[in-house]
């Protein structure tokens, strides 16, 4: 995931108008382009008899191809780029050649049939350095968690009761759940630590990572750093790594203590913890492995569930009827002397379309993560060579009217009326991609997401200040957030006191 925050925020807005706009980055870019002339003729004349030939896509200038032209809304200008070359295009970035699927059956052909091809996701030169890229992640969430998730999403509602009446920022709630969430998840509730600092901490690695980086460009300069934003991100990285150290020398001394059978919970570290001390050769990981997974759960686990909820709970607060009969859904299943748990959840069918629907509209990683090839093939009757970047605008799919009713429609019973679920062969609804690098935190997300919005909404009506209307306009980046944050306040709708501690 801390790939998609790299490759999403390299081609993002704010990528490209700073690298064309930044006094700073002039000279950079010119001594580059001396360098990229040749690069260039090599370039044009290798692609020129090509057979069957690249994908069509619009003319773009020598040397810098399309990048002036690229506008800040990625999501939207793909999408009005495939209405005029079809399902799959191509730009060209400075020396890299980037592929833009738009059609389910193209998306199938990617991440289905031809999987094995495009297992890779790019990895960009911040992140080796950082030492946490390339690493195969092989989580899957563990339903032992499920106490823990119930607590912690009761103390969000507990939070939330404290400002029944005034303004409650929905995104800040959601997102200080998640994190204790994810932490507690990955290594127990542990009170000494800093929720804050950890926000502020995961919030810099987004933007330092998330930064244009000259090196992804011109893997040539990578050794000279021009930015600075390796060294930078190694900086950021070693105060994580060092908290996860401490924290693993307190396991090892309990370990070697002897305490460990009867005091030592089963969380995620205290696992790769012992695939660390007792895996065979093959199984084994090492301790920078270790460190380097969990920081990559705290970056991917944060940010995403948050964001979904808010569009979530944007969509209903737009659309009251679909509010109202969720509501009595929770009612009915969850009913008013109980809070929403973890065994609810199955019965919650409504609210699962409601999420559903929210990921169809507003799927939080627009993009995926982009792919990259490990050998040439041929996509849609097009060449798609080796190393190239391979984009899959989930955004503009889940849009298709061939595919979806009245599509731009906030409609959740679509749900109820097809099994189509997160990971079935419907390449029309792909929000945590597909094939062998689908999310591996789908299941805990899919938890996440049930109990964050099923609170929210059971325990409390939900009003806005006088006179406002929730926007729905987005802003492409490292996740498809919201333009503006929803603020919402909230009235206690349970009768007892109690059920809000
Ligand atoms: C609403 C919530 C989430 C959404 C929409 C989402 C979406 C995605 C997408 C689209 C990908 C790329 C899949 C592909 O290339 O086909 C991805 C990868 C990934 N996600 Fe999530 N994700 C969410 C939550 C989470 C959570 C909670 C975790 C961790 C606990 C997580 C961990 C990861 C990881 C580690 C990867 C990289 C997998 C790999 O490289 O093989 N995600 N996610």
Redesign the pocket.
């Known amino acids: 995931?801390t790939?998609?925050y790299n490759k999403h925020a390299v081609l993002a807005c704010e990528g490209w108008s700073w690298s064309c706009h930044d006094p700073e980055f002039a000279p950079l870019m010119a001594g580059a382009l001396v360098i990229f002339c040749c690069a260039w003729l090599w370039w044009s004349m290798k692609f020129t008899k090509i057979n069957p030939p690249l994908p069509p896509g619009p003319l773009g200038l020598p040397i810098i191809g399309n990048l002036p032209f690229i506008k800040p809304e990625l999501h939207r200008y793909f999408s009005d780029l495939s209405r005029i070359y079809g399902p799959v295009f191509k730009l060209r970035m400075w020396s890299v050649l980037a592929i833009v699927i738009n059609s389910p059956s193209l998306a199938k052909e990617v991440?289905k049939v031809q999987d094995a091809i495009f297992a890779n996701?790019d990895v960009p030169t911040a992140t080796v350095v950082g030492t946490f890229g390339g690493i195969n992640?092989l989580?899957r969430?563990n339903g032992s968690r499920c106490n823990q998730l119930r607590k912690l999403v009761r103390r969000m509602v507990k939070e939330i009761h404290g400002k029944v009446g005034s303004s409650v920022n929905i995104y800040e709630q959601l997102s200080a759940t998640a994190l204790r969430v994810?932490m507690s998840t990955l290594w127990g509730d542990d009170p000494s630590q800093d929720l804050i600092e950890f926000r502020k901490r995961l919030d810099e690695i987004v933007i330092t990572f998330g930064a244009p980086n000259v090196s992804d460009f011109f893997p040539i300069l990578a050794p000279f750093d021009l930015q600075g934003i390796e060294s930078k991100g190694k900086e950021q990285v070693s105060w994580f790594y060092g908290v996860f150290e401490s924290m693993i020398k307190n396991r090892r001394n309990i370990r070697d203590d002897g305490k460990e059978k009867k005091n030592i919970r089963k969380d995620f570290m205290q696992q790769l913890l012992e695939l660390h001390w007792q895996g065979d050769e093959k199984n084994s990981l090492s301790i920078n492995e270790v460190k380097a997974l969990l920081l990559?759960?705290m970056v991917?686990?944060t940010d995403?569930?948050p964001t979904?909820v808010e569009w979530a709970m944007t969509e209903l607060l737009c659309h009251r009827d679909k509010m109202t009969k969720l509501v009595k859904e929770l009612d009915m299943v969850v009913g008013n002397q109980n809070t929403v748990e973890d065994s609810h959840i199955p019965q919650l069918v409504y609210l699962d379309a409601v999420i559903k629907e929210t990921?169809r509209l507003h799927?939080?990683?627009p993009l995926?993560?982009p792919?990259v090839p490990s050998k040439t093939t041929v996509i849609g009757g097009f060449t798609v060579p080796k190393g190239c970047r391979v984009f899959i605008n989930a955004w503009v799919i889940q849009r298709d009217p061939e595919l979806w009713d009245d599509p731009l429609r906030f409609h959740p019973e679509r749900f109820l009326e097809t099994d189509i679920n997160y990971r079935s062969n419907n390449f029309g609804f792909i929000?945590?991609?597909?094939?062998r690098?689908?999310?591996?935190?789908v299941s805990?997300?899919e938890k996440?997401?049930a109990l964050l919005l099923g609170s929210l909404v059971h325990s409390f009506e939900w009003g806005l200040s006088e006179g406002t209307k929730p926007s729905l306009e987005d802003k492409f980046g490292i996740v498809l957030k919201k333009a503006e944050s929803l603020v919402g306040i909230p009235v206690a709708r349970l009768p007892n006191l109690e059920q809000y501690q």
């Open positions: 995931m790939n998609l991440l996701h992640i989580w969430p994810m990559d759960m991917a686990g995403t569930v979904a990921l799927p939080v990683a995926l993560i792919r929000p945590f991609g597909s094939g690098r689908i999310c591996v935190g805990l997300a996440m997401m």
